[in-house]
């Protein structure tokens, strides 16, 4: 079981939607991630918030907007997404976002699909 | 951009065996870990080792590191189709977490 939970399982969306995809972690972890990963590919950095402040942003195209309302929310804002944006989105977290960060507690993610 | 890369890709072995999996990691770190992450689900943390450690153990899993050769190998001994997953290694570089491409082990019956 885990400690950070990502909602929804399953997500479908045309290219004209928007919506969200959330994380939540009750483990008063500082540091929150977002990470894409395509079958049989190793996840994929896209934003680490560090402290509620993104300090990380791996050139993730703008249709991608993360949010992070408070210590334990983490919100990916999906817009104008494209077919090839369809993959496995995992939340992560830690217990702070320095350079020696530790283990990364993992959510189940959020399968998106694209049409 | 992968930071560690791992070999196998694959790897099948008969349940009861050992299963080895090494990756190897280009840039200086301060530690390296090794993730496990069943079909289609998130990744679980095995095990954490520091750049000033050589050996660690946790149970079943046996991680080396050698970073004068920039790499680590993940042993899993006495194998069970439990075990049958795809396993990460991790490096941290400049405050992120960077997954190698993984190894996809399967344990036959």
């Known amino acids: 079981d885990t400690e950070v939970t990502q909602t929804p399982k399953h997500l479908v969306m045309g290219m004209t939607n928007k919506k969200s995809l959330k994380c939540e972690q009750h483990m008063g972890h500082r540091a929150m991630y977002w990470y894409k990963q395509k079958a049989k590919k190793p996840p994929e950095l896209m934003f680490v918030?560090?402290?509620?402040?993104?300090?990380i942003n791996e050139s993730v195209p703008s249709r991608f907007s993360p949010e992070c309302p408070n210590s334990s929310l983490l919100n990916l804002h999906l817009h104008a997404l494209q077919p090839e944006d369809s993959a496995l989105y995992l939340c992560a977290s830690s217990r702070d976002g320095t350079a020696d960060t530790g283990e990364l507690f993992f959510g189940e993610g959020s399968r998106l699909t694209v049409l | 951009s992968q930071q560690g890369e791992e070999d196998p890709q694959a790897l099948s072995i008969q349940e009861g065996e050992n299963a080895t999996m090494n990756c190897s990691y280009k840039t200086s770190i301060n530690n390296l870990q090794w993730y496990r992450q069943n079909s289609g689900r998130g990744l679980v943390h095995l095990i954490l080792i520091r750049s000033n450690e050589r050996e660690k153990h946790s149970g079943r899993l046996r991680v080396t590191l050698d970073t004068s050769k920039k790499s680590s190998s993940l042993l899993i001994t006495a194998s069970r189709a439990a075990d049958t997953a795809s396993y990460f290694c991790a490096t941290d570089r400049d405050d992120k977490i960077i997954f190698g491409k993984g190894t996809r082990l399967h344990i036959l019956p």
């Open positions: 918030y560090s402290y509620e402040k993104l300090s």
